[in-house]
T-cell receptor, first 113, second 114 residues
Framework: GDSVTQMEGPVTLSEEAFLTINCTYT??????LFWYVQYPGEGLQLLLKATKADDKGSNKGFEATYRKETTSFHLEKGSVQVSDSAVYFCALKHGGSQGNLIFGKGTKLSVKP | NAGVTQTPKFQVLKTGQSMTLQCAQDMNHEYMSWYRQDPGMGLRLIHY???????DQGEVPNGYNVSRSTTEDFPLRLLSAAPSQTSVYFCASSYQAGSTDTQYFGPGTRLTVL
């Protein structure tokens, strides 16, 4: 079945460091890909998404490109802030009767001042 | 526009007790779902609904019931709580079940079963 694999955390960075969180997927067909963020004590919020191959999603300085050839959707940010400390989830989604999100296990990011 | 709301925020149950977790959305979304979040497991789908009167099972449905009598509400029922159901529960909704439709999540209910 479909699955999403994320790099293990936790990830600890200093403020202004470069961030990469790796995400790869296994899926039939052509799913959409998502990154969600969960701040402490809160629900999940959509960070960005890409709906077809070579699409780049971006938001709040974060970017991820849908790479069909490597089945990847890595999350990047050029300069992280303390406020980016959160858990990040990669997910995929098909449509129709299979329109449910399939999540990776999440990567906890801590950014130190 | 309140988005997706969940009640209660916290709940403690004893083994064998029953309860209903409430979920409502005011965005006229057809698709609604319930997930549970456990440490190191990510989020796992419990039940989902593609419209009023239609529900189906997800990855981990045992011990949970749902119904969808209105577009707005999608309650999750625990008939006889067990310690293995200690978790954080999230409700989500999207316009439809399409692959590009963004799912919006509620703030969660933290449930402890003693």
């Amino acid at each position: 079945g479909d699955s999403v694999t994320q790099m293990e955390g936790p990830v600890t960075l200093s403020e202004e460091a470069f961030l990469t969180i790796n995400c790869t997927y296994t899926a039939t067909g052509y799913p959409s890909l998502f990154w969600y963020v969960q701040y402490p004590g809160e629900g999940l919020q959509l960070l960005l998404k890409a709906t077809k191959a070579d699409d780049k999603g971006s938001n709040k300085g974060f970017e991820a490109t849908y790479r069909k050839e490597t089945t990847s959707f890595h999350l990047e940010k050029g300069s992280v802030q303390v406020s980016d400390s959160a858990v990040y989830f990669c997910a995929l989604k098909h449509g129709g009767s299979q329109g449910n999100l399939i999540f990776g296990k999440g990567t906890k990011l801590s950014v130190k001042p | 526009n309140a988005g997706v709301t969940q009640t209660p925020k916290f709940q403690v149950l004893k083994t064998g007790q029953s309860m209903t977790l409430q979920c409502a959305q005011d965005m006229n979304h057809e698709y609604m779902s319930w997930y549970r979040q456990d440490p190191g497991m990510g989020l796992r789908l419990i039940h989902y609904s593609v419209g009023a009167g239609i529900t189906d099972q997800g990855e981990v449905p045992n011990g949970y019931n749902v119904s969808r009598s209105t577009t707005e509400d999608f309650p999750l029922r625990l008939l006889s709580a067990a310690p293995s159901q200690t978790s954080v529960y999230f409700c989500a909704s999207s316009y439809q079940a399409g692959s590009t439709d963004t799912q919006y999540f509620g703030p969660g209910t933290r449930l402890t079963v003693l």
